[in-house]
């Protein structure tokens, strides 16, 4: 009698305590909020995924992917940034470009980060964490002026370039192909592209030559 009494109570607790969230047990448009739970897998570990690689070649490719993923989140931002604030007789044309420019490094943003997820491991996820790992020279909140940015973003683009060759090197070593491809064929090549059109603006060129004029 007793036992019975004990989880006739404990019922009621719950019925008792289900209402008070809005859970009845009936169908209810009630969101669910303040939901918590534990970190199913931390930052730097690795989970088993039958690729056919090692855990260590899996692990020093997704170390040094994230490296370059933090540094592309940071250089996405400052494409942003130096697209919102250009200005004088440039503005249109490198307003346009910078966008352009951080769109594409948008897409390597999230095909890097689906490589290290495919890897077993945790892409680094958050601005605030890539604003940690980044070997990108942080920018001052103000503006600055066009040449500055430019250089700016140069430096940039070259401390990504110099991370992602280290990267080929030793993906190519440990015979992690996917990731050597992304480098190779994505980043690097990206990433050059946009160099070169960045440099070409820090040429100084006269539109007439008046020398040859009449």
């Keep these: 009698m007793a036992t019975t009494t004990r989880a006739s109570g404990r019922a009621a607790s719950r019925t008792s305590s289900s209402t008070a969230n809005g859970r009845t047990g009936k169908p209810s448009p009630q969101p ?17 995924l039958p690729i056919a690689l090692s855990a260590q070649a899996r692990g020093e490719s997704a170390q040094l992917l994230n490296r370059i993923l933090a540094d592309t989140t940071v250089l996405y931002a400052l494409y942003k940034k130096h697209h919102w604030n250009v200005a004088g007789p440039t503005f249109y044309q490198l307003h346009l470009l910078f966008d352009k420019h951080a769109e594409e490094q948008l897409e390597l943003v999230d095909l890097i980060a689906e490589r290290v997820q495919t890897l077993g491991a945790i892409s680094v996820g958050d601005p605030r964490h890539a604003a940690e790992l980044t070997s990108i020279e942080r920018p001052p909140n103000g503006s600055e002026d066009v ?22 090197e030793k993906t190519e070593k440990n015979r992690d192909w996917g990731s050597n491809d992304i480098l190779m064929s994505d980043v690097l090549r990206r990433n050059e ?18 020398r040859n004029g009449r």
């Design 32 to 48: 669910h909020l303040d939901q918590q739970g534990p970190e199913v897998q931390r930052f730097g570990t690795l989970r088993q």
């Design 147 to 168: 040449p500055a940015m430019l250089s700016r973003l140069l430096d940039a683009h070259e401390t990504i370039i110099e991370a992602v060759r280290d990267g080929i």
């Design 193 to 210: 592209l946009q160099v070169w059109f960045l440099s070409e603006h820090l040429v100084e060129v006269p539109l007439v030559d008046e």
